[in-house]
């Protein structure tokens, strides 16, 4: 059962337009979120996180979006550059329990120059 | 600073043979460790995890099993794999609870033929 999904495989933007994407969970546990960039025949690296004690964080570029209500995130990216082509993965944990990282299927981002 | 060793990068095994991939980490102590797995347009699964020396978890039932001997060592094995043990398997660790993210190794693309 996917805990966390990414409903949109693929994405594409014009350069210097703005990339939003977005992601759901099921799990109401879930209180810690993180975005991961991912390019092929590499591990993922960490982007931005948020908790579930706040609705937004930024950090440059990427602002990431937290609907408790929905259970829904977004990360945002503006200005969208060439260099943020990848798969970007969705994350969410839950502090009771293990802990463990529950990813979402991801999202390929292609942003066009 | 904290580093993850993943090896080997590539690997092609036949059908039937064993598996071991290795995944070590410095700069920390007691880490969380993870195996995940991303098959062929799929998202990362979560296959095993360890909060301690000898203390393994299991996600999912499968033909793999896993060990950590040490403290920051932990093995990904199989007696004898299979064509849908294919994928690209990534090692992780994590801060032991509270608000933190996982960081990746560079990841095994396993072939099974």
């Known amino acids: 059962d996917q805990q966390v999904k990414q409903n949109s495989p693929s994405l594409s933007v014009q350069e210097g337009r703005i990339s939003i994407l977005n992601c759901d969970y099921t799990?109401?546990?879930?209180?810690?979120f993180l975005w991961y960039k991912k390019y092929p025949a590499e591990g993922p690296t960490f982007l931005i996180s948020i908790s579930s004690i706040k609705d937004k964080n930024e950090d440059g570029r990427f602002t990431v979006f937290l609907n408790k209500s929905a259970k829904h995130l977004s990360l945002h990216i503006v200005p969208s550059q060439p260099g943020d082509s990848a798969v970007y993965f969705c994350?969410?944990?839950?502090?009771?329990?293990?802990?463990?990282?529950?990813f979402g299927t991801g999202t390929r981002l292609t942003v066009i120059p | 600073s904290q580093t993850i060793h993943q090896w080997p990068a590539t690997l092609v095994q036949p059908v039937g043979s064993p598996l071991s991939l290795e995944c070590t980490v410095e700069?920390?102590?007691?880490?969380?460790l993870y195996w995940y797995r991303q098959a062929a347009g799929r998202g990362l699964q979560l296959l095993f995890y360890?909060?301690?020396?000898?203390?393994i978890s299991s996600e999912v039932p499968q033909n793999l099993s896993a060990s950590r001997p040490q403290d920051r060592q932990f093995i990904l094995s199989s007696k004898k794999l299979l064509l849908s043990d294919s994928g690209f398997y990534l090692c992780a660790w994590r801060t032991a609870g509270g608000f933190t993210e996982a960081f990746f190794g560079q990841g095994t693309r396993l072939t099974v033929v």
């Open positions: 799990n109401s546990m879930f209180d810690y």
């Open positions: 700069g920390t102590s007691n880490p969380n």
């Open positions: 994350a969410a944990s839950a502090r009771t329990g293990a802990n463990n990282l529950f």
């Open positions: 360890s909060v301690g020396i000898g203390q």
